[in-house]
């Protein structure tokens, strides 16, 4: 198996069949964070197995509409195997079961529901607010500096009050507001890289005076509508931290103000002692 190296999402995310539901994925180090790859981007390439199966099993849905992954270790760069397991294929719905194995060795897996958006779906109901963001202009570009290299495939741009934590500064609540844009030099925002999305603003216990470690045990995305426009205006923000584990959750608007992707994370957290 030959891979090009590409900065593009699509490119770096791609899983090339071996038979009998077993893909072979080479993990890229443009999508990684402090040198692991991203928790979304990886949920992107399981997405890429469990729609590659399903359709070879004659499933008719062409997009994932939820995942939950469980990160049982984190995968090195390079060469990996996804399996993917069909559990059913309905007319609504598929279920797809994933892994992802380096040597043998489980890192991560992950339940998939497939399913069919369609991009003049109306919402029936729908209560929830995008947050207030300044202005693109006043909410500077954050810069890829060689530890968050997923800076480098998307245009980040943090509200200015939600970025002291970069200078040591503390404030009482974990939250990170913002825009984000899809700068892979190929693609904006559509459904399956929204699950990329999910995950890639900085952890929101940062701003209370977490450490750099916060490893993510759990994450669900859900994909709820066809986004529009280039930019989403995206809110992170933990509900509970106690005993060393953070309750984070997500949400995803697009440029009509309708929430497009949500998710909910549980991660290990550390503290200074100070903090």
């Given at each position: 198996m030959s891979f090009t190296p590409s900065r593009a999402l699509r490119d770096a995310a791609a899983v090339e069949p071996l038979g009998e539901g077993r893909y072979a994925v080479n993990l890229s180090e443009q999508?990684?964070?402090?040198?692991?790859?991203?928790?979304?981007?990886?949920?992107?390439?399981?997405?890429?197995?469990?729609?590659a199966e399903a359709s070879a099993q004659g499933g008719p849905h062409i997009?994932?509409?939820?995942?939950?992954?469980?990160?049982?270790?984190?995968?090195?760069?390079?060469?990996?195997?996804?399996?993917?397991?069909?559990?059913?294929?309905?007319?609504?719905?598929s279920f797809v079961h994933v892994t992802l194995t380096q040597d043998g060795v489980l890192?991560?897996?992950?339940?998939?529901?497939?399913?069919?958006?369609?991009d003049d779906a109306v919402p029936r109901y729908h209560d929830a607010t995008p947050p207030v963001v300044p202005p693109l202009e006043d909410c500077p570009r954050s810069q890829a500096n060689g530890v968050v290299?997923?800076?480098?495939?998307?245009?980040q741009r943090l509200d200015p009050?939600?970025?002291?934590?970069?200078?040591?500064?503390?404030?009482?609540?974990?939250?990170?507001?913002?825009?984000?844009?899809?700068?892979?030099?190929?693609?904006?925002?559509?459904?399956?890289?929204?699950?990329?999305?999910?995950?890639?603003?900085?952890?929101?216990?940062?701003?209370?005076?977490?450490?750099?470690w916060v490893p993510t045990l759990q994450l669900s995305s859900y994909i709820r509508s066809v986004p529009y426009g280039e930019w989403l205006k995206?809110?992170?923000?933990?509900?509970?931290?106690?005993?060393?584990?953070?309750?984070?959750?997500?949400?995803?608007?697009?440029?009509?103000?309708q929430?497009?992707?949500?998710?909910?994370?549980?991660?290990?957290?550390?503290f200074n002692q100070s903090n």
């Open positions: 999508y990684t964070v402090v040198g692991r790859p991203n928790g979304g981007y990886l949920q992107c390439v399981m997405s890429n197995a469990a729609l997009h994932t509409t939820a995942i939950t992954t469980n990160y049982a270790g984190a995968p090195n760069l390079g060469p990996a195997i996804v399996e993917a397991k069909v559990r059913r294929i309905g007319r609504g719905a890192t991560n897996e992950s339940l998939v529901t497939l399913g069919t958006l369609r290299n997923i800076l480098g495939a998307v245009e009050a939600c970025t002291g934590f970069a200078r040591g500064e503390v404030v009482e609540k974990a939250e990170i507001r913002g825009w984000m844009r899809l700068d892979d030099g190929q693609a904006q925002w559509d459904p399956w890289s929204l699950l990329f999305a999910s995950d890639a603003l900085p952890p929101a216990p940062f701003t209370i005076g977490s450490t750099g995206v809110r992170q923000w933990c509900v509970v931290i106690e005993d060393g584990i953070a309750d984070e959750r997500c949400e995803l608007f697009d440029e009509r103000g929430l497009v992707a949500s998710a909910s994370q549980l991660c290990l957290v550390r």
